[in-house]
């Protein structure tokens, strides 16, 4: 008995070992990922603001950051493994919802209508976006590293209030901008008579992403005023099973 007693204890041993090996490298992964997104962003909010304090106008900045929005916005479809392999307990369908609208808008709709690009509603998305991730990954780093200042907890969850319906704005209006262009192009669509014998049309496509917001960006407004409460004020939120 003590001799398989002693095995089972040996097995838990090595399991936890196992188990702490696996967190510190998923822990040095994230904090490396984190700082890594802040300082992409980071470097993005200076060379807007760099290219303003010069031009003096928004036209053309886009375009000027244009390549290192598209690399860290890509780069973030990452958070999706993560959530998918569990080494952030997040919901893989609301991160691939929130990664994924960002992508669709950076590359299948600001970067492929040029015409759009020097709209101010382009200008409010990136701005927005960028404030809001310099903010969250920040978040993310000093919580993994154990050293999280207030006032960026609280940056984290107030500033969203705000931020999240400007991106809305922006996002929207930059979609509805892009319409015209789209219909008259005829991009992304196929028409029939085709080999595949199926037609797609992108204009009403854009139109059915506008109206997706509808029921979407309150379940996850509200899903941010819930954690808003719960980290802020310590209220234990209860959320019905979906």
């Known amino acids: 008995m003590a001799s398989g007693e002693e095995d089972g204890t040996v097995e838990e041993k090595e399991t936890n070992n196992k188990k702490r090996t696996k967190g510190a490298i998923a822990t040095a992964w994230l904090t490396f990922y984190n700082i890594a997104m802040t300082a992409g962003w980071l470097v993005l909010a200076v060379a807007m603001v760099r290219y303003y304090l010069q031009k003096g106008t928004h036209k053309g900045l886009y375009r000027n950051i244009a390549r290192t929005l598209k690399f860290f916005q890509t780069f973030a479809l990452l958070e999706v493994g993560h959530c998918a392999i569990g080494i952030v307990r997040t919901s893989v369908i609301v991160t691939g919802v929130q990664v994924c609208s960002r992508i669709f808008m950076v590359w299948f709709v600001t970067n492929s209508i040029r015409q759009i690009q020097n709209e101010e509603s382009v200008i409010l998305f990136v701005v927005v976006w960028t404030i809001t991730e310099i903010t969250r990954y920040s978040f993310y780093t000093f919580n993994l590293l154990n050293h999280l200042p207030y006032f960026i907890k609280w940056a984290r969850y107030n500033m969203f209030i705000v931020m999240y319906p400007l991106g809305v704005i922006g996002e929207l209006l930059t979609i509805h901008a ?39 960006f309150p379940q996850l407004y509200f899903h941010m005023l819930r954690q808003r409460r719960r980290v802020l004020h310590g209220e234990i939120v209860v959320e019905k099973d979906e």
Do not use: Q, W
């Open 178 to 216: 892009s319409l015209p262009y789209v219909r008259r192009s005829g991009m992304y669509s196929l028409r029939l008579p085709n080999k595949y014998n199926v037609s797609f049309d992108y204009y009403y496509f854009l139109i059915i992403v506008m109206l997706s917001y509808i029921p979407l």
